[in-house]
């Protein structure tokens, strides 16, 4: 007889026990730390830098709330920033390849760059606002605050900026006599109440002779070069004063507009963009604010289909109402088609553009 063997059966063993959450968490952040200790940070900080720097200089605008009034203060900032960015390049220069400087000089250098940088970001995000309210939308008088909007974010990029602007002389004085003039602008018209015209003409006077007196002080150790140096200055003036159509009226500023059949207590009533034919009267209205003390001459523009339809005689506009000086034109009886008004200063200087059509 044959003995029948023992059946066996194979038991799997229990599975381990599943981590406790405290388990998990101190395992993800083991990971974590693995993760971050291979993250080169200077690089990260260097492209996280210009975001940085924008929203620090929104930021700061939001906050500070700065009205043009702080113009001249904005001109003695940008004045220091010059000066402290030449005083950097000259007497903390760049190592060469084979110079190496101690860690306090290179410390230095880049704080003292730092701050030069600050200074000229701060300026330009206070600028921007002030130029754009003064210019009109599909005009050429964007460029220049488009421009100077270009200028500020390209300083939210402190390295390429402090290499390829501050580091030469001659970009450095082109870039800085450029923000001086944008700067002066304003100022001027804040501390002497002058016409935007005569603003641009007086801060391109001075920005021409800043940035040659920073390029070189020869022309004033001679009777012939301190001549040159001023007549350069006029001519550029001159120049500018000529241009001014071409650029925002800063610091005149329009806040509303609206065209209408009526003006009442200096509101326009029968607001509309379509005016059926046959209308009366068409108003254009428009709300502009300028600084205290100041006054400014501008006149009416009115355009058919393109072409002339008539002016109206210059008037003044008075600055220091919160809600802007109010000032309104009308056309009688107007004929089908589309129309534009523009407000323009006693220089030719687009204040405002307002477009309706008579069907």
Same mark, same amino acid.
């Given at each position: 007889?044959?003995?029948?063997?023992?059946?066996?059966?194979?038991?799997?063993?229990?599975?381990?026990?599943?981590?406790?959450?405290?388990?998990?968490?101190?395992?993800?952040?083991?990971?974590?730390?693995?993760?971050?200790?291979?993250?080169?940070?200077?690089?990260?900080?260097?492209?996280?830098?210009?975001?940085?720097?924008?929203?620090?200089?929104?930021?700061?605008?939001?906050?500070?709330?700065? *009205?043009? @009034?702080? @113009?001249?203060?904005?001109?003695?900032?940008? /004045?220091?920033?010059?000066?402290?960015?030449?005083? /950097?390049? #000259?007497?903390?220069? #760049?190592?060469?390849?084979?110079?190496?400087?101690?860690?306090?000089? *290179?410390?230095?250098?880049?704080?003292?760059?730092? /701050? *030069?940088?600050? %200074?000229?970001?701060?300026?330009?995000?206070?600028?921007?606002?002030?130029?754009?309210?003064?210019?009109?939308?599909?005009?050429?008088? %964007?460029?220049?605050?488009?421009?100077?909007?270009?200028?500020?974010?390209?300083?939210?990029?402190?390295?390429?900026?402090?290499?390829?602007?501050?580091?030469?002389?001659?970009?450095?004085?082109?870039?800085?006599?450029?923000?001086?003039?944008?700067?002066?602008?304003?100022? *001027?018209?804040?501390?002497?109440?002058?016409?935007?015209?005569?603003?641009? @003409?007086?801060?391109?006077?001075?920005?021409?002779?800043?940035?040659?007196?920073?390029?070189?002080?020869?022309?004033?150790?001679?009777?012939?070069?301190?001549? #040159?140096?001023? @007549?350069?200055?006029?001519?550029?003036?001159?120049?500018?004063?000529?241009?001014?159509?071409?650029?925002?009226?800063?610091?005149?500023?329009?806040?509303?507009?609206?065209?209408?059949?009526?003006?009442?207590?200096?509101?326009? #009533?029968?607001?509309?963009?379509?005016?059926?034919?046959?209308?009366?009267?068409?108003?254009?209205?428009?709300?502009?604010?300028?600084?205290?003390?100041?006054?400014?001459?501008?006149?009416?523009?009115?355009?058919?289909?393109?072409?002339?339809?008539?002016?109206?005689?210059?008037?003044?506009?008075?600055?220091?109402?919160?809600?802007?000086?109010?000032?309104?034109?009308?056309?009688?009886?107007?004929?089908?088609?589309?129309?534009? /008004?523009?407000?323009?200063?006693?220089?030719?200087?687009?204040?405002?553009?307002?477009?309706?059509?008579?069907?």
């Amino acid at each position: 007889m044959h003995s029948m063997g023992e059946l066996q059966l194979s038991v799997p063993a229990p599975p381990p026990p599943a981590p406790g959450p405290g388990a998990l968490v101190r395992q993800r952040l083991v990971q974590l730390r693995e993760r971050l200790a291979q993250v080169d940070r200077r690089k990260l900080l260097e492209r996280l830098a210009p975001a940085i720097a924008l929203f620090l200089g929104i930021l700061s605008q939001m906050y500070s709330k700065h *009205t043009i @009034a702080f @113009a001249p203060k904005a001109v003695a900032l940008l /004045v220091v920033a010059w000066a402290l960015a030449a005083v /950097v390049g #000259e007497w903390l220069p #760049e190592p060469r390849p084979d110079e190496t400087h101690p860690r306090w000089r *290179t410390f230095l250098r880049k704080a003292a760059a730092t /701050v *030069t940088v600050g %200074m000229f970001r701060n300026v330009l995000f206070f600028l921007v606002p002030i130029w754009f309210a003064s210019s009109t939308l599909g005009s050429i008088n %964007m460029f220049a605050p488009f421009l100077l909007a270009a200028l500020a974010l390209y300083a939210c990029f402190p390295n390429r900026f402090r290499q390829r602007m501050l580091e030469h002389p001659r970009v450095r004085t082109l870039y800085c006599s450029s923000v001086l003039f944008v700067a002066l602008v304003p100022a *001027t018209a804040v501390e002497t109440s002058a016409s935007p015209r005569l603003s641009a @003409a007086l801060a391109a006077g001075v920005a021409w002779l800043a940035s040659s007196l920073a390029t070189s002080r020869t022309p004033l150790t001679t009777r012939i070069g301190r001549i #040159e140096l001023g @007549a350069g200055a006029v001519v550029v003036a001159l120049i500018c004063a000529l241009a001014a159509p071409l650029l925002p009226p800063v610091p005149v500023a329009c806040t509303a507009s609206a065209t209408g059949t009526g003006i009442r207590d200096r509101e326009i #009533e029968g607001a509309s963009d379509i005016f059926p034919a046959g209308t009366n009267r068409v108003y254009a209205w428009f709300a502009v604010h300028v600084p205290r003390r100041y006054r400014q001459g501008v006149r009416f523009e009115w355009y058919r289909d393109g072409d002339p339809a008539g002016n109206v005689g210059a008037r003044q506009i008075v600055g220091g109402r919160e809600q802007g000086y109010r000032t309104s034109s009308f056309t009688s009886s107007p004929r089908p088609g589309s129309w534009r /008004v523009d407000l323009v200063t006693d220089a030719s200087q687009l204040i405002a553009r307002k477009r309706f059509i008579v069907e």
